[in-house]
């Protein structure tokens, strides 16, 4: 009972309207999702451990996986959320049961599997700004011994920006996804299940709009910072159009695919069940961004990046009710990242630029856990891990296409690291009563090191940042106070070694500080309380609160002379949330009501910058449905739902690109819309 998850079902998925990665920050303590620069990418932060980087080559300290998949990189965590059985939440360091190791714990996704019984099933909903959201399912047995799913889900429509020079919408959505499943049982004790997904994201990325007046280098009139958190600005240069392969009419956008296959077996021994489950995933990503939200060539940007992961895990584990319980096993991964960054810079110094480079990393893992009961009240259990990570960066290097000109950089900048890293966790249970479980622990989780691959202006900004090390206690609680009321609590201290994050180093060849991500340590102190209720028939109530604050314990390890010992880490303290539902009968018919809300704190993501341009403010959301469906349970439901019918105004970031572009991603508008959902 390790580092108690946040468990969320797909019914509450739906009711939560919880409908891609970054809703879950709005139903989970102490997790935050930034997309970076508005762009699809989404930055996990858990219990204040995370890592902010537009590029997509970093690793995240928190994990993500897919039926047991496990993600390389974070960019591969984007897109919809269909077919869900459950999302489960870990907090803190993990790697010692399963997959990939973390310092901040892993989001495990779960789909619904195939079924003997033929089941098929639809849902599809309609809500402002023309948005449309559908999905639908069939599942069944094929032959003998053989079951199948397939599964589909699509969005489209729901821009509610606006071009503040020309009036033309943004935010329109173009998504389409297929995941399909066959699970083949050839005899009592074998089992396999063979899964594929495709996924295509041509949906516009949203805009940013400016929070402070917007003076272009090349002498034109300056833009009024924006007094609407909905306008927002882009034009597109019709060279560097033609050099990113795209229309020059083209809005900021994707044209995203994520792509893959998985093959899991089982063989059940008796006393032991031998798990192999092999995959690989390939995502494109064509993205053009205009960062600094304007009609002005000053920051456009575009991605062209292609992922490639193998992964294969081994694992073996007991099955018997005995005292001991153990599990041993072993991870590969192989990945090669080709990402060419492009970078329009006309307007301010005058060329197109281009970053390009190729990164391949080789992971190799052997982990193991054991836990004895030595009586009915007293468990412990004991983990190990050992990581093995090469990791080369090759090619890298900054030049301008137009005017033609040598690199920045005079030459190819590249570099490995190599990361031999141990890990586990030791935890001690007691159950006092039947009701109620203590539990202590202590793991150390590890992230490898990696490189900056932004825009690169000398040899410096190529130099490998060291791996990160995590050391976690936590105490904690859970206990069935009463058989309608649940109560789950703890308190956590994180000790961190070498924590990556951006910073500045001094080049001696522009003498200038450049940014490049270093190495700092610092320590962590919180605690998270969920709660669930049901007083009386038909009443549900859930509660989570989570408290975390931060503070660097040494300068960072960089070369700007700056000490931030005993400054405060970035990100925000207070996490607040809950639902409340009632259900009562009218007629043959039951009503449902449902409301939900979140509260996100106030932080700085550049506070070290002494501006308070870049805090955001803190927060509250509130979502409601109200359905109808048969009494008896029947297969229909018909939902109404609002999602910030508050109308909050709100940031979920805020960054900057050069000196003069001072832009923030805004919050979603309330919205209103009605679901209709059938299952055979």
Known sequence: MWASPTVLSGESLADKSITYVNDLQNATPSLQIEPAFGSGQPQFRLRGVGFIDYTSNNTSPVGASLDGVAYALPIQAQGQLFDIDRVEVLRGPQGTLYGRNTTGGVINFISNRPTSDFHAGFSAEYGSHNAVTAEGFVSGAVAQGLTARLSVATEQGGAWQRNRATGQELGDKDKVAVRGQLQ???????????????????????????????????????????TSRYATGWSLNPVFAKIIGIDANSKRGLNDSNNGVDLTANVDFGPAKLTGITAYNKLIRREYGDWDASQYF????????????????????????????????????????????????????????????????????????????????????????EDHETRELKGLNTGFLVPSIPSFTGGALGGSTISNLPSGKLE??????????????????????????????????????????????????????????????????YRYKDQQILGKVFDDTSQSFIGRFVNANSRISAGEVELEWRPVSGVSISQYVGFAEGYYTSALLDSSDNDFNGRALSFPKWSYGGDVGYSWNVSDFKVTAEGNYSFHDTYSQFYLLGSDDYTIRKYWLANANLSLSPVSGGPWTVALWGRNILNKNYDVTRNFFLPSSEVAAAGEPATVGIRVSYRY
């Open 184 to 226: 083949w049982d050839p005899a009592e004790g074998l089992n396999f299940r063979l899964g594929a997904h495709f996924a295509q994201d041509k949906s516009d990325e949203q805009g940013l709009y400016l929070l402070r007046a917007y003076s272009p280098a090349n002498g034109a009139p300056t833009i009024p910072a924006d």
């Open 298 to 385: 000053d920051s456009d940007e575009y991605f062209n990046s292609n992922l490639s992961v193998f992964s294969q895990e081994l694992r073996i584990a007991s099955t018997g009710n005995g005292a001991l319980g153990w599990v041993a096993g072993a991870f590969y991964s192989n990945e090669d990242l080709q990402e060419n960054f492009y970078s329009d810079f006309t307007d301010r110094l005058g060329g197109i630029a281009l970053t390009r480079y190729e990164q391949v990393a080789n992971s190799v893992g052997v982990f193991g856990q054991a836990n004895y009961r030595f009586t009915e009240a007293f468990n412990a259990t004991v983990g190990v891990r």
């Open 428 to 493: 001690l249970d007691y159950k006092p009563t039947q009701r109620t479980l203590v539990y202590w622990s202590i793991s150390r989780g590890v992230k490898s090191g990696g490189f900056t691959a932004h825009n690169t202006l000398s040899a410096p900004a190529a130099d490998p940042f060291q791996p990160e090390k995590l050391t976690a206690y936590e105490i904690g609680v859970k206990s069935d106070i009463t058989r309608t009321l649940r109560l789950d609590a703890s308190m956590y201290y």
